[in-house]
């Protein structure tokens, strides 16, 4: 993919989306973090609109994402009624593109560009903590009310990880994973076990946004959210799969340029004190607590081990890879523990 031209790509979909108007530039203003591309595209007019480029996944997901996310956005209230950014519609339909040709298969979805304000610092102080974990509550709250009138998603998580096992069982699989092969299975079949035991068909689900890295949202001067993008992990699923994300947020190393993904920042005082407040607004319950380290495993699972080497760079893909099987899946068991944070929060 590294070898395909990517703005005629995206100047094919804006010819399919609105051919009067002419492109002048094409900014590559991604993270360089993932294999996805973001733009800023420039026309003769000086309008400007965001194209994002994929081919994490499978289309038809990244089209039913994006419909959802639009519908989520049209429907959340104050204050959260402007944090989403809207993507360009055709015919009052999420527009998306599809470019396939030969081995390549990429699709492409326009957004307005999106207002933001702060990003917080890179190591947060405890007022920081205290008001995000209230905020956050507040915008999962708010995204829980509006949920049953989104369209539904085909995707699950059950259904992503017999996905991975499907993929263990094919002659490819099993290369790209070999001598590691049992070990996912078992993995695989404790996460299935844990979640059919401790939330399915008992805990709501919800828009979840999985991956909050710091650069993917911003705040107001008061610390109150403001806008958040970065949709390649979207999904309708459990709020706590977004704890992760924020328990990494909150870790007393701070932000990372080298990450890694290990599980000691959940059992973090700080990030227990984000729980404690985000708990007085939003209450959790002890199979959310107990959940907690379920989500992670999905997580390293999913987006480490089944669409690492599709979605991360191949170094960080290859690093991450070797950490699950040394450090991270040994780790969930030696070092998670529920019966703190369910004490801290008096559950």
């Not at 081919?55 to 989403?84: C, M, S, T, W």
């Not at 947020?249 to 959940?266: A, E, K, Q, W």
Request: proline share 3%; with cysteine; net charge positive.
């Amino acid at each position: 993919m590294r070898i395909v031209d990517y703005p005629s790509i995206i100047r094919e979909a804006w010819k399919g989306f609105d051919a009067s108007q002419t492109i002048q530039t094409i900014e590559d203003i991604s993270a360089r973090v993932s294999t996805n591309h973001v733009f800023r595209v420039r026309f003769d007019n000086g309008d400007i609109v965001i194209a994002k480029l994929s081919y994490f996944g499978k289309y038809e997901h990244f089209k039913e994402d994006h419909r959802i996310i639009q519908a989520l956005a049209n429907n959340l209230l104050y204050p959260f009624e402007n944090v989403l950014a809207k993507s360009l519609l055709k015919n009052n339909q999420v527009y998306t593109y599809r470019y396939k040709e030969g081995l390549v298969d990429a699709w492409v979805v326009f957004y307005n560009p999106i207002r933001t304000m702060n990003k917080m610092p890179r190591r947060l102080e405890e007022h920081h903590i205290r008001t995000l974990g209230t905020q956050i509550a507040k915008f999962h709250k708010a995204c829980a009310r509006v949920s049953s009138v989104l369209p539904k998603s085909s995707k699950t998580l059950r259904s992503d990880i017999q996905g991975l096992l499907d993929i263990l069982d094919t002659e490819s699989g099993q290369f790209e994973h070999r001598n590691h092969v049992n070990m996912l299975r078992e993995q695989c079949d404790i996460f299935l076990k844990n979640r059919q035991k401790l939330v399915a068909g008992t805990v709501e689900t919800m828009p979840v946004f999985v991956d909050w890295n710091i650069g993917n949202f911003s705040v107001t001067d008061n610390l109150e959210l403001f806008s958040r993008w970065d949709y390649d992990w979207f999904r309708i699923s459990y709020r706590v799969m977004d704890f992760y994300f924020f328990s990494r947020v909150t870790s007393d190393v701070g932000d990372r340029t080298v990450f890694s993904y290990f599980i000691g920042p959940l059992m973090e005082d700080r990030f227990i004190l984000f729980l404690q407040e985000y708990h007085k607004v939003y209450p959790l319950t002890e199979n959310e607590v107990r959940f907690m380290k379920e989500a992670y495993r999905f997580f390293i699972l999913n987006y480490v081990i089944k669409y690492g080497r599709y979605f991360f760079h191949r170094t960080y893909a290859t690093k991450l890879q070797r950490e699950a099987y040394e450090i991270y899946f040994p780790s969930i068991d030696q070092q998670f523990d529920a019966d703190k944070i369910l004490r801290a929060l008096n559950i």
